[in-house]
């Protein structure tokens, strides 16, 4: 029986445009902290979505799965904290949570547009500086800022 070698991981280009190496992920993902009281599963899950976003520097589809991770580590969340939760879809659980004050209106619901790094493959550029010096704006990437909303959004619900 002859066993099948995978060759090793080769970045996915599209994860220079948001850093310049792997060792970049780390800082990426630095922030995105399990809080403290999460039920057990939804910490494994959001634990799991900073892994996927580490990882997505060599398949960079593994960041659109670790947003849907967090988005399963919210709704774990609302079901542990709203009486009742039952089957009720995610998003009426967002809206009892939000009438029950567990969340707030504001908390409520994530923006989660798709990301196309061609179109926003810019903002890594901007947010470094330009070739003249200046500085750039926000520069965080789009995908971060999705778990970073949702990983707080779980903080919001657990109380922490």
Known sequence: MTTQRLPFPVPDERAHLFVDSYADMHDLVEGLVVPAGAPEAAATVLRTARELLRQSYYCYESSTVAVMHSLIAVEIVLRDRIPDAGTKPLFQLIRQGVDAGVL?????????????????????????????????????????????ALHRTCLTITGR
């Open 104 to 148: 707030s209106a504001r908390r409520g619901v994530p923006r989660l547009r798709p990301t196309d790094p061609q179109r926003h493959g810019a903002r890594r550029d901007h947010a470094r500086g330009d070739a003249a010096g200046h500085g750039g704006g926000d520069g965080d990437d789009l995908v971060r800022d999705r778990l970073r």
